[in-house]
């Protein structure tokens, strides 16, 4: 059976390989007789090139976690996507839940075609969340500005300045291709001075709703003879019988007493809170730390905070894979955000646990108990994964992952316990939570078979490595689901004939691990597989089935992505660094790394076992994944489960930080090429700041914090709000 979800993504959009990264200059001011770009906060584009457009347009998506947007300077060319999305906003589409394409506010009515242009710069301000673009022409220079609110999210403002002429009047908002609900009231009535004013709502149909947006739009002369252009809207999801034009006349009235240089203030201190809770800072060169807040930027404008959050495997900066949610979002995802903003952890959850009644139907659906999650969700939380993809020769062929891949539901129970962990929720704990970890371990329970051989088994799966399906016994799955039982076991208010069970099958379940060698093998069967080291043929990242074939990367040990090493990055309890050495050296040079979740959870590993120049090399690929255009898929969206990766390697690989109970264990990898690591977290409430040197570790709480530092087995309580310890950080 064919498969293969990478090439599917590929195959989604329209792939415009050529990277981003040739045609760009990243860290060149946008404009520089008005501003500079700080090259560490920056992502800067000069020029307007048709056929990397798009994946410029993704690269510089703005977002306030529920309002995503990208920004097109030519709309309605074929080489523009306009996209704007809404969290949780999924629209049926040829009969799938698919991320509705919303109406488009940020179309600048602009009278410079692409003939005059003579030269472009756009620039990202990741530190204000923001996009910077300017314009020119024989005529004169078009200055614009534009943010989706982080404090108001929903909220979108923009200015745009030029000389008359440059600008004309027009409508606020732009219907979405495929929705021509789209209306314009008359002017409406400010306080403040305008030439004249616009207002226009638009709306898009949804599951169980609309998406409706409005915005007004205030023209004013400024003193220096040019005339400026103030837009201001709004999204919500309204229900399918709200009267939007109602919505939009009250909505319209609330815009006209907003300012952009009111709401800009507001985004910039929203921001740098943000930054203050999650900044990340390598004394390791301007292009990794430039890299690194890139991915950080991306992540912190894709999750919601409020509510329920459902984030795509591209956030919501582009339309690859529908939008839809797969364990990206539990494992790669939540704990960067259970580390940084609690909120957007609680509401990924949130997400999943309104979803338990659809996962309970699911499970019994496919004749199983308790609860199994849908490896690919969107609004309803039914499976939606599509049963064929069109390949790039044009051939359907089927997609299997829905049936098999089945580890997503101990990835959502361990994502719970991530949360928990950071946290400290106790109100979660204590009423989700168990759910939870009670219901999943009985979808487990019910999964596992006592076979002859007196073990548990778990036939049929597909573990992470997608090149091999309807395997047996794959170490990741059967580990988690016996860690998935484990932990629901310790629930205090468990049945105990169940719980005895649980622990029961927990201990039975077939690991795969010889304790001879310390290696897990991936699935029943690995091993014998042609022993083909892919690292000694192709240059890698590389989509191996692509270029060797399916059936060969399924007859051998190509591995598409982090399977095994997968599980000793989730289950750092499972190992110890010689379990980790002897998967990593055998496993690694027998990954393609063709799935962009794999590179970085190799460089986090790869820093434990302090192999530096490996470690370094994964790190760069998935940090600049999306800027350098490494797997031409950028231009259906970001990759944010990548984003999540780059995050973790830093802070539980380099850094060496997780949670141990109550306290947080800080045991760093630094490299000898690295000056210094410093990290911004948020643990059980308080913002905590560690620096990593080669001098030791310095740790900064706001308030005090119990840690473990190397490998001590006692944590030290700190007394004081601002602690220092010095420890050796580095290891051979
Ligand atoms: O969830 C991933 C999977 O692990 C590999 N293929 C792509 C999916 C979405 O990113």
């Known amino acids: 059976m064919l498969h293969d979800t990478t090439d599917r993504e590929l195959h989604e959009v329209t792939q415009r390989r050529g990277g981003a990264s040739s045609n760009a200059r990243r860290r060149e001011p946008m404009d520089p007789d008005s501003h500079d ?77 692409q003939s005059d242009l003579t030269s472009m710069h756009r620039e990202l301000d990741m530190r204000a969340g923001m996009l910077r673009v300017t314009m020119d022409c024989a005529r004169g220079r078009l200055e614009a500005e534009m943010f989706s609110s982080q404090s108001r999210p929903g909220t979108v403002a923009l200015v745009a300045r030029a000389p008359e002429g440059l600008l ?111 900044d990340i800072e390598v004394g390791g060169g301007e292009h990794i730390q430039q890299a690194i807040r890139f991915n950080l930027y991306h992540l912190m404008s894709c999750v919601a905070a409020d509510g329920e959050a459902a984030v795509g495997a591209r956030g919501l900066s582009g339309p690859n894979y529908a939008g839809h949610v797969f364990w990206d979002t539990d494992v790669f995802v939540l704990p960067f955000v259970a580390a940084t903003h609690p909120e957007s952890a609680r509401a990924i959850l949130e997400y999943r646990i309104r979803r338990l009644p659809e996962a309970r139907r699911n499970a019994e659906k496919t004749g199983y108990r308790g609860a199994r999650f849908p490896w690919e969700s969107a609004h309803t939380g039914e499976e939606v994964t599509p049963d064929t993809v069109v390949d790039k020769h044009g051939r359907r062929i089927p997609v299997i992952t829905a049936e098999f891949e089945q580890h997503i539901t101990a990835d959502v129970a361990w994502a719970a316990c991530q949360y928990a962990a950071w946290t400290g929720d106790t109100e979660f704990a204590e009423t989700h939570l168990p759910t939870l970890l009670i219901e999943t371990a009985r979808f487990w329970a019910s999964r596992a078979v006592l076979e002859e051989d007196g073990r548990y088994h778990i036939r049929h799966v597909i573990g992470p490595d997608e090149y091999h399906e309807d395997v047996d016994d794959s170490a990741y799955t059967n580990a988690m689901a016996a860690w998935n039982l484990r932990r629901a076991a310790e629930i205090g208010s468990a049945d105990p004939g169940e719980r005895d069970s649980w622990l029961e099958i927990a201990e039975g379940l077939v690991t795969g691990l010889d304790d001879e060698t310390g290696l897990y093998e991936q699935f029943a069967g690995f091993f014998d597989l042609e022993p083909l080291i892919i690292a000694d043929i192709l240059d890698r990242p590389v989509a191996a089935d692509a270029d060797l074939g399916y059936d060969r990367v399924k007859r051998s040990q190509v591995v598409k992505q982090a399977d095994v090493v997968m599980l000793l990055h989730v289950l750092p309890e499972l190992d110890g660094p010689e379990p980790v050495r002897a998967n990593i050296d055998f496993y690694e040079p027998r990954t393609a790394h063709g799935s962009s979740l794999s590179p970085a959870i190799h460089a986090g590993l790869l820093a434990r076992i302090a192999r530096y120049d490996e470690a370094i090399r994964w790190l760069c690929t998935s940090a600049m994944l999306d800027l350098d255009d490494v797997t031409g898929t950028a231009v259906g969206g970001v990759h944010t489960a990548t984003m999540g990766g780059v995050w973790q390697a830093l802070v539980h690989g380099f850094a060496g930080v997780r949670v141990e109970g109550d306290s947080l264990r800080v045991d760093p990898r630094l490299p000898p090429d690295w000056s210094r690591l410093s990290v911004r977290i948020r643990f059980r409430g308080k913002r905590v700041l560690l620096v990593v040197s080669h001098d030791g570790v310095s740790l900064e709480a706001e308030a005090p914090v119990s840690v473990l530092i190397g490998d001590a087995d006692d944590p030290i309580e700190t007394a004081a709000a601002e602690w220092v310890a010095k420890a050796l950080p580095s290891r051979a």
């Not at 993704?58 to 996507?81: C, E, F, N, V």
């Not at 109406?103 to 602009?110: F, L, M, S, V, Y």
């Not at 007004?216 to 919500?236: F, I, K, M, Q, S």
Request: glycine share 6%.
């Open 37 to 113: 770009a700080d090259p560490l906060w920056s992502v800067v584009f000069d020029g307007y090139d048709p056929d990397i457009e798009q994946i410029r347009e993704r690269l510089l998506a703005i977002g306030d976690g529920t309002l995503g947007s990208s920004w097109s300077p030519y709309p309605k060319s074929t080489s523009a996507l306009p996209w704007v999305a809404m969290n949780g906003a999924y629209a049926t589409v040829d009969g799938r839940e698919t991320l509705a394409v919303c109406p488009i506010w940020n179309r600048i009515p602009h009278r410079i075609p």
């Open 168 to 278: 004309r009047e027009d409508d606020p908002i732009a219907p979405p291709p495929a929705s021509p609900v789209i209306a314009y009231d008359p002017p409406i009535l400010l306080e403040r001075e305008a030439t004249s004013t616009r207002m226009g709502w638009a709306s898009v149909e949804i599951r169980d709703g609309c998406v409706a947006a409005a915005a007004v739009d205030v023209w004013t002369a400024t003193h220096d003879g040019r005339v400026r252009l103030e837009r201001v809207g709004r999204y919500e999801v309204l229900p399918a019988d709200a009267d939007v034009e109602e919505w939009a006349g009250r909505i319209a009235a609330e815009l006209g007493a907003l300012t952009y240089d009111e709401l800009a203030e507001e985004q910039a201190s929203a921001w740098e809170a943000r930054w203050d809770d999650a």
